[in-house]
């Protein structure tokens, strides 16, 4: 996989499975993101008291079964540890943040990631914005529908102009 290629894999998850993560928050120990430079909301006009960005934890067994399937699923001509030794996270974004341009890739050559997983949990009209966005090009993701792609790739998440932005983002690493 290059990075500029990613794959679609619509509905990976069903709606009704993603209502079920959601509906799962409050038991999770949710920690503020950090500030990364979401477009139009540099640091320096952040308000960092306001600033609504969130990231849980997620271990649950059978949800990372279910990411690892869909991986795997894909047949990638990739040397990629699956089940992926990492956890999935459960990213929350409110008004006013984004994830500015990045790439996933750890420079830590022990343990590289090399594929990236992203699974959109909000349902339709959950929020407006927060567009993702792959080598440049848009990619529309509906609740449950999953973008895979590699960690090489150039990405980001445009800013959130309101509601909520919820979604399912894991890694995998170099074997």
């Known amino acids: 996989m290059r990075t500029t290629e990613w794959r679609v894999v619509r509905g990976a998850f069903s709606p009704d499975e993603c209502a079920a993560i959601l ?25 960092m008291q306001t600033w609504d960005a969130h990231r849980a934890t997620l271990e649950d067994a059978s949800v ?10 894909l047949n990638l ?9 990492e956890p999935a996270y459960w990213n929350r974004y409110g008004p006013g943040v984004g994830f500015g341009p990045h790439y996933d890739r750890i420079e830590d050559q022990s343990n590289p990631r090399v594929l990236s997983f992203v699974m959109a949990l909000s349902g339709p009209g959950g929020c407006d914005g927060g567009e993702l966005v792959i080598a440049g090009e848009l990619v529309a993701l509906a609740q449950g529908d999953a973008a895979v ?5 150039m990405h ?4 959130i102009y309101s509601g909520r932005r919820d979604s399912l983002v894991r890694w995998y690493l170099a074997r």
């Open 23 to 47: 509906a799962s928050d409050a038991q999770r120990q949710w920690s503020r993101a950090d500030l990364y430079g979401a477009r139009g909301f540099g640091a320096s006009v952040v308000d």
């Open 64 to 73: 990372l079964r279910r990411i690892d399937a869909v991986v795997e699923g």
């Open 77 to 85: 001509d990739l040397a990629f540890r699956c089940p992926s030794p």
């Open 149 to 153: 792609f590699s960690s090489l790739a």
């Open 156 to 159: 980001e998440v445009g800013t």
